[in-house]
């Protein structure tokens, strides 16, 4: 895939409903041939959580806390576990499904590997951990999830950089099943960040850019004012709506 | 019933469900795992209303074929012996 155009849209900041329906508006944008497929760095504000689409909303979600703490609430389109986003860097990988194997758990190792080497780069030694995380000495750094609809694939995943762990399960039901699998003495030592380990946001983003660059000529953009309209729109009305949200 | 098991080297699944006669009278399936595409789960949980809880895994397999599914972190035979294991219980 060398020299392939990826549309890249830099770091930006959006609520989480938007921010999910911008993921959607550009798979149907690049599903119709009306922009590239795309690369999008983005954070999040107010801080969120995102929940799995099959996760249930009461098992995983402190709906309390997320209210008294002024955090959003959202249900991806994609499954896999609730995420607090704070203090994070996320991105979405949104190409045509061909890039990358048509076994999903092998596309999920060939994208995590642009973080794994980013961090590479960092002086930091991580690996993708099947299905879809990427641990530094065993300690969770980043998760990742997959979708595709239509011959596009979505990817999206955050990496942590600083870690509130208090915050975080005042927010999130966390279950002891997931914890004692994981062999983690406490939920405590489950989780690190880029802070952990010395590395800056910005020195990642930009590692992260550079591992992209290798395989991908970027075309760098802006969202366009009709793709900001749509999604804070379609946010309202599905990602951050209690229809969708609580639709299990 | 509410059961929840983390499936080793894979994900949580939580299965809410009702048995009578030996027949599924209600299921909800939650959890953290994949399935591709994700709408086929509500499909899966509509069929399986009537089957015989025996033929949990069968029923979830010819929908995944029909609609050329797959689940990841979590497999139709998981979710036959969550099942099995706590209804027999």
């Not at chain 1, 409903?17 to 504000?45: H, Q």
């Not at chain 1, 590479?120 to 997959?146: C, M, T, Y």
């Not at chain 1, 915050?167 to 880029?194: P, R």
């Not at chain 2, 809880?53 to 397999?61: F, G, Q, R």
């Amino acid at each position: 895939m060398k020299n392939m155009k990826l549309r890249l849209l830099p770091l930006q900041t959006f609520n989480g409903p938007t921010n999910m329906a911008l993921d959607e508006i550009i798979m149907d944008k690049v599903c119709e041939g009306s922009c590239l497929p795309t690369l999008r760095i983005y954070k999040w504000f107010p801080a969120c959580v995102s929940i799995g689409y099959f996760q249930g909303l009461k098992q995983e979600i402190n709906e309390e806390g997320c209210g008294k703490n002024g955090v959003d609430m959202v249900r991806r389109q994609t499954g896999g576990g609730a995420v607090f986003h704070d203090a994070e860097l996320t991105y979405s990988l949104i190409v045509p499904e061909e890039y990358f194997s048509k076994d999903i758990k092998k596309s999920y190792e060939e994208i995590c590997m642009y973080i794994v080497n980013a961090l590479k780069r960092l002086g930091v030694k991580a690996k993708f951990s099947p299905i879809n995380d990427i641990l530094i000495n065993n300690q969770k750094v980043s998760g990742n999830a997959q979708t595709r609809k239509k011959g596009i694939l979505l990817q999206h995943g955050t990496i942590l950089s600083k870690v509130d762990v208090e915050k975080m399960f005042s927010l999130l039901n966390v279950g002891k099943e997931k914890i004692s699998d994981k062999l983690v003495a406490s939920v405590k030592k489950a989780v690190t960040s880029l802070e952990q380990h010395g590395v800056l946001e910005k020195d990642f983003y930009d590692a992260f850019l550079e591992e992209f660059k290798e395989d991908y000529e970027f075309v760098e953009d802006t969202y366009s004012q009709e793709e900001i309209d749509a999604a804070t729109k379609l946010g309202k009305e599905k990602y951050g709506h209690m229809h969708w949200i609580g639709m299990r | 019933m509410l059961v929840t098991k983390k499936i080793p080297g894979g994900k949580l699944i939580q299965i809410d469900f009702k048995v009578a006669y030996g027949a599924i009278q209600k299921i909800a399936i939650t959890g953290d795992f994949f399935l591709h595409p994700e709408e086929v789960l509500d499909e899966i949980e509509k069929t399986l209303i009537g089957r015989q809880i025996e033929n949990v895994a069968d029923t979830i397999d010819y929908v995944l074929k029909k609609n050329d599914a797959s689940f990841i972190g979590v497999s139709s035979q998981d979710i036959q012996e969550l099942l099995d294991e706590e209804h027999e219980a």
